[in-house]
């Protein structure tokens, strides 16, 4: 199956971007087969590649190779060890991390996170779909894959035409010990949120060890399953909440705690905003503020919902610290810009009557890489803050 593009419609292809939307098709040539590769063509008929065509997505196709290569099982192994041996030479001391990170991997569609030799599979991609059996095997064979899972209950499927499942493709699933950073997390990859585990905050917990001491009190807000609270706990601090909406992530949470010896963390099972309203009623003060919560948009038409969601979340919290204090402030919102949010964070500031220094920067952590000709791939922002 031949497809052309229209008029210069190639740009972002041949500048790296990974996808070509149904209105920049001129036409297809030969049997259309959803799910099958397909060759792509420029208008003026200079071959591009080749990706996998959808007609029924918004995203018609998802590129894969520049080259002539066949798309088969052994492309998939090639680029999964490429994505896996990339992340070794980098840190080849881990164990758990995420081994394809999709289109900034060059596998469209594909994600595939590792914990020890449990693997936690998603896919976005009725081509990928397809060669599902296929990456199984190549996890057992190459990788040594004990425990493979789909985590496949995401409304991005209904968009492609797959139906949503979660379920165990190999192995037996129960909670396993995992450490990381020098910590250990009971991780149930089939029962946890998104892949079972939030990879891509790592590096950025741990640079909370860098703020805080013995004598800190800290917030850790929609602390999921307890990451920045317990890489707090291990650089001295004692007093530490964790507050999160989700009965399971608190649990978990607490056995987290428990596995590392730090049983002092309190954990509360609680809305954050209804939170804020019962520390302001105390008159507690804190030394550092973690707020790293759930997307607030997932189209641009929610845009001013999420800014101002992120507006009174982030003066809440500079409300609630001593003056020179620390807030860990984050953003998971692709639609959300840098710029943006750093305008989110000055309007904070200005209603909670503070002043704010740029400390740091926060990306994804190494495992999550991102694509510059690809903005869609860029979604976690954070800044640490020093609140005066």
Same mark, same amino acid.
């Given at each position: 199956?031949?497809?052309y593009? =229209?008029?210069?419609?190639?740009?972002?292809?041949?500048?790296?971007?990974?996808?070509i939307?149904?209105?920049?098709i001129?036409?297809t040539?030969g049997?259309?087969?959803?799910?099958g590769?397909?060759?792509? #063509?420029?208008?003026?008929n200079?071959?591009?590649? %080749?990706?996998? &065509?959808?007609?029924?997505?918004?995203?018609?196709?998802?590129?894969?190779?520049?080259?002539?290569?066949?798309?088969?099982?052994?492309?998939f192994?090639?680029?999964?060890?490429t994505?896996?041996?990339?992340?070794?030479?980098?840190y080849?001391?881990?164990?758990?991390f995420?081994?394809?990170?999709?289109?900034?991997?060059?596998?469209?569609?594909?994600?595939?996170? =590792?914990?020890?030799?449990?693997?936690?599979?998603?896919i976005?991609?009725?081509?990928?779909?397809?060669?599902?059996?296929?990456?199984c095997?190549?996890?057992k064979e190459?990788?040594?894959?004990k425990l493979?899972v789909? =985590?496949n209950d995401?409304?991005?499927?209904?968009?492609?035409?797959l139906?949503?499942?979660?379920?165990?493709?190999?192995?037996d699933?129960?909670?396993?010990?995992?450490?990381i950073?020098?910590?250990?997390?009971?991780?149930?990859?089939?029962?946890?949120?998104?892949?079972?585990? &939030?990879?891509?905050?790592?590096?950025?917990?741990?640079?909370?060890?860098? #703020?805080?001491?013995?004598?800190?009190?800290?917030?850790?807000?929609?602390?999921?399953?307890?990451?920045? /609270?317990l890489? /707090?706990?291990y650089?001295g601090?004692?007093?530490?909440?964790?507050v999160?909406?989700?009965?399971y992530?608190i649990?978990?949470?607490?056995?987290?705690a /428990?596995?590392?010896?730090?049983e002092?963390? %309190?954990?509360?099972?609680?809305?954050?905003?209804?939170?804020?309203d019962?520390?302001?009623?105390?008159?507690?003060?804190?030394?550092?503020?973690?707020?790293?919560?759930?997307?607030?948009t997932?189209?641009?038409?929610?845009?001013?919902?999420?800014?101002?969601?992120?507006?009174?979340?982030? &003066? =809440?919290?500079?409300?609630?610290?001593?003056?020179?204090?620390?807030?860990?402030?984050?953003?998971?919102?692709?639609h959300?810009?840098?710029?943006?949010f750093e305008?989110?964070?000055?309007?904070a500031?200005e209603?909670?009557?503070?002043? $704010?220094?740029?400390?740091?920067?926060a990306?994804?952590? &190494?495992?999550?890489?991102?694509?510059?000709?690809?903005?869609e791939?860029? #979604?976690?922002?954070? #800044?640490?803050?020093? $609140?005066?």
């Amino acid at each position: 199956m031949k497809i052309y593009l =229209k008029k210069n419609e190639e740009r972002r292809i041949n500048i790296g971007h990974q996808w070509i939307f149904s209105n920049e098709i001129e036409r297809t040539e030969g049997e259309i087969t959803d799910g099958g590769a397909a060759e792509l #063509y420029s208008s003026r008929n200079a071959y591009l590649g %080749k990706g996998f &065509y959808n007609k029924h997505s918004l995203i018609a196709v998802r590129f894969l190779t520049g080259g002539d290569e066949e798309i088969d099982r052994e492309f998939f192994r090639k680029r999964l060890k490429t994505a896996e041996q990339r992340r070794r030479k980098i840190y080849p001391e881990r164990k758990s991390f995420r081994m394809c990170n999709s289109e900034s991997d060059f596998l469209p569609g594909l994600i595939i996170d =590792k914990f020890n030799d449990n693997y936690s599979m998603q896919i976005f991609s009725k081509g990928v779909e397809s060669f599902r059996d296929d990456i199984c095997e190549i996890l057992k064979e190459e990788f040594g894959a004990k425990l493979i899972v789909e =985590k496949n209950d995401n409304e991005l499927r209904t968009l492609e035409g797959l139906e949503k499942r979660e379920g165990v493709l190999f192995g037996d699933n129960e909670a396993e010990e995992s450490e990381i950073d020098s910590i250990k997390y009971s991780i149930d990859i089939l029962k946890g949120q998104k892949t079972g585990f &939030y990879l891509d905050q790592a590096f950025n917990r741990v640079k909370i060890r860098d #703020y805080v001491s013995e004598n800190s009190k800290v917030l850790d807000l929609f602390c999921n399953e307890g990451g920045f /609270a317990l890489n /707090a706990a291990y650089a001295g601090c004692r007093d530490i909440t964790g507050v999160d909406s989700s009965e399971y992530s608190i649990q978990t949470a607490g056995k987290n705690a /428990a596995l590392n010896g730090f049983e002092f963390i %309190k954990f509360e099972c609680a809305d954050v905003f209804d939170y804020f309203d019962k520390a302001f009623q105390t008159k507690e003060k804190y030394n550092l503020i973690v707020l790293d919560p759930p997307s607030f948009t997932k189209s641009k038409k929610n845009i001013p919902a999420a800014v101002k969601g992120y507006i009174e979340l982030n &003066y =809440k919290a500079m409300r609630l610290l001593h003056k020179n204090s620390y807030l860990f402030t984050y953003s998971c919102s692709h639609h959300i810009s840098e710029k943006q949010f750093e305008e989110i964070l000055v309007k904070a500031a200005e209603q909670a009557g503070r002043r $704010i220094q740029i400390i740091d920067f926060a990306n994804c952590s &190494y495992d999550h890489p991102v694509l510059p000709q690809m903005p869609e791939t860029k #979604y976690l922002k954070g #800044y640490i803050l020093n $609140i005066n």
